[in-house]
Nanobody
Framework: QVQLVESGGGLVQAGGSLRLSCVAT????????VGWYRQAPGNQREFVATIFSDGSVDYADSVKGRFTISRDNAKNTVYLQMDSLKPEDTAVYYC???????????WGQGTQATVSS
């Protein structure tokens, strides 16, 4: 059974940083696209960043230049380094994985990141 387990959320002041981690229990991790979405109260879940098996990345315009996604295939882990945080970054952040062969999408349980002004 595939599991995605996030960690690293918390409370930080505006301008601060947080680093999220997501460990995936799937043997095909190195071939899969993995990324992050977020959902603020009252809002729909939105795309934040993704990293593909070849290392290429994509970011939402709202986080470009502030967030960095990376992966460690040896640890089946994807990271999201969040710098220069703003109150509007406050949300539950969800790890997302799309399995390369079946195109099945998996989600983590989410981790809360709160940025105070």
């Amino acid at each position: 059974q595939v599991q995605l387990v996030e960690s690293g959320g918390g409370l930080v002041q505006a301008g601060g940083s947080l680093r999220l981690s997501c460990v995936a229990t799937i043997p095909t991790f190195s071939r899969d696209a993995v990324g992050w979405y977020r959902q603020a109260p009252g809002n729909q879940r939105e795309f934040v960043a993704t990293i593909f098996s070849d290392g290429s990345v994509d970011y939402a315009d709202s986080v470009k230049g502030r967030f960095t996604i990376s992966r460690d295939n040896a640890k089946n882990t994807v990271y999201l380094q969040m710098d220069s945080l703003k109150p509007e970054d406050t949300a539950v952040y969800y790890c997302n994985l799309r399995q390369w062969l079946t195109r099945t999408t998996f989600w983590g349980q989410g981790t809360q990141a709160t940025v105070s002004s």
